[in-house]
């Protein structure tokens, strides 16, 4: 699809507060021109972190969009966690809690379920797909977040390296240690091959076990086929 076939969201700025900001995040993101990107918790990060490193994802905008619902008679408001561009032309409209906030039956997480249930009513009308994504989904195998950080930091700071097409040109459908590749292309640095590993993970043309395995030379990456 053209990039320019959708429409544009800009991020809403949100003041900082005890209700937002009290675990405040920025970060830049390639998906969105090296942009300043604001996140107000800890677990907005660490989907960003997964939405950045998706190659399935053209571009994203956090805090994209506000709407109105009504709950006990008032009239309240609500933003969109993230607005999401994929590749196959589809937008998902996100917002991220925690399942505590989802299964509890306490008064206090009231108004987070009506949030929700406003949020799907619009993205129904307006026929846009709409998750509700939690800690169990974000954060899955424990390296998953060093990882992301890792992949996102080589690629937003770095340019891409010369020895990249040589480095995929050894890497096959069958799974392979990231220590075998440096040895096979031994005219390159690990830390060349290293970069070009995220890299090519980043754009989609290798995968591995990220969330399981530190992205080093016991990680094993394959060709996507």
Not at 135 to 162: D, F, Q, Y
């Amino acid at each position: 699809m053209e990039r320019n076939d959708y429409i544009k969201y800009e991020p809403i700025k949100i003041p900082r507060s005890k209700k937002y900001g009290n675990n405040y995040w920025n970060s830049r993101g390639n998906k969105v021109g090296k942009r300043n990107i604001e996140l107000y918790s800890d677990l907005e990060f660490d989907h960003w972190l997964t939405v950045e490193t998706n190659p399935k994802v053209i571009t994203y905008c956090e805090q994209p969009l506000k709407i109105s619902y009504v709950l006990k008679g008032q009239l309240r408001t609500s933003i969109f966690d993230m607005w999401i561009l994929n590749q196959d032309g589809s937008e998902t409209f996100v917002e991220v809690k925690y399942e505590k906030e989802l299964t509890s039956n306490l008064p206090k997480y009231d108004r987070t379920k009506r949030q929700i249930e406003a949020q799907q009513e619009w993205c129904r009308i307006n026929n846009k797909a709409y998750e509700v994504r939690t800690e169990n989904t974000i954060r899955i195998g424990r390296h998953s977040v060093e990882n992301r950080i890792s992949i996102v930091s080589g690629v937003l700071n770095s340019i891409k390296p010369e020895c990249t097409l040589d480095v995929l040109q050894v890497i096959s459908l069958d799974k392979r240690k990231i220590s075998e590749i440096t040895q096979e292309i031994s005219q390159y640095s690990e830390v060349e091959v290293n970069l070009a590993l995220k890299w090519l993970y980043y754009e989609g043309h290798i995968s591995a076990n990220i969330e399981d395995q530190i992205f080093g030379k016991r990680l094993e990456v394959f060709k996507c086929e």
